[in-house]
T-cell receptor, first 109, second 122 residues
C-alpha cells in the first residue's frame, strides 16, 4: 500500500516568515495530493490540493509543489500568521487517502 | 461547498456498551464514505471504506464485528462501536466523496471531512 512520510514533525517560525513542509510517497499510482489543516479537537480541513498532472499550485499565501519523478511534494506557507498555527497533514491518494504523520506548526508572534 | 456533519461530537460510555456515530453529507450525495481513527498526537488511520448499498471494506487489522458500518443511503453512514472498551477511546472521523465532484479523468478523490467524534470509554 501507499506509504507517506512527512517532515518535519514540528516547526516553529516567526510571524511573517515562511514555513515549508515536505512529504514523500511510495505508490507511483497515486494521483491526488491534498494538504489538510487540523486544529485541536476538530476534523481536518482541506487547504490546498494538487493533481498528478500539475507541478505547482498556489492559493494566496499557500503553495504546493509536486515532483512525480522523485515522488515528493511540499507545502509552502508564506507570510505566516498566528492563526496558521495548527497540525498540517499531507496525503496521497489513488482512491484511498494515506496520510503523513503530521507537522505541528507554531507561529511565534 | 460540500459539508459533512458528524454526530455526536463527543460521547462518554461505560465499558461493554455500544456507541453509534453518524456521518451525513448535507448537500451532496456520497456513494463512498471513509472512517478514520485518530489517537492523540497521531495521524489519521483509515479503518474502513463504506459503500452505499453494499458491505464495508475494512483495512487490515480492523475488526469488522467490532466496528459495524452501515451505509444505507447516499447521505448517511453510521459506525457502531460494539462492546466498547477503554482501548477503543479515540477520535473517530468520517469523510465523504461527492459523487459528482472530483476529476473523473485522473480519478482524483476529493474528500470532505466531518468534525470528528471523541469517544471516551470508562
Amino acid at each position: 500500500g501507499e506509504n507517506v512520510e512527512q517532515h518535519p514533525s514540528t516547526l516553529s517560525v516567526q510571524e511573517g516568515d515562511s514555513a515549508v513542509i515536505k512529504c514523500t510517497y511510495s505508490d507511483s499510482a497515486s494521483n491526488y495530493f491534498p494538504w489538510y489543516k487540523q486544529e485541536l479537537g476538530k476534523g481536518p480541513q482541506l487547504i490546498i490540493d494538487i493533481r498528478s498532472n500539475v507541478g505547482e499550485k498556489k492559493d494566496q499565501r499557500i503553495a504546493v509543489t509536486l515532483n512525480k519523478t522523485a515522488k515528493h511534494f511540499s507545502l509552502h506557507i508564506t507570510e505566516t500568521q498566528p492563526e496558521d498555527s495548527a497540525v498540517y497533514f499531507c496525503a496521497a491518494s489513488n482512491y484511498k487517502l494515506s496520510f503523513g504523520a503530521g507537522t505541528t506548526v507554531t507561529v511565534r508572534a | 461547498g460540500a459539508v459533512v456533519s458528524q454526530h455526536p461530537s463527543w460521547v462518554i460510555c461505560k465499558s461493554g456498551t455500544s456507541v453509534k456515530i453518524e456521518c451525513r453529507s448535507l448537500d451532496f450525495q456520497a456513494t463512498t464514505m471513509f472512517w478514520y481513527r485518530q489517537f492523540p498526537k497521531q495521524s489519521l488511520m483509515l479503518m474502513a471504506t463504506s459503500n452505499e448499498g453494499s458491505k464495508a471494506t475494512y483495512e487490515q487489522g480492523v475488526e469488522k464485528d467490532k466496528f459495524l458500518i452501515n451505509h444505507a443511503s447516499l447521505t448517511l453512514s453510521t459506525l457502531t462501536v460494539t462492546s466498547a472498551h477503554p482501548e477503543d477511546s479515540s477520535f473517530y472521523i468520517c469523510s465523504a466523496r461527492d459523487y459528482f465532484s472530483g476529476d473523473r479523468l485522473s480519478g482524483a478523490n476529493v474528500l470532505t471531512f466531518g468534525a470528528g467524534s471523541r469517544l471516551t470509554v470508562l
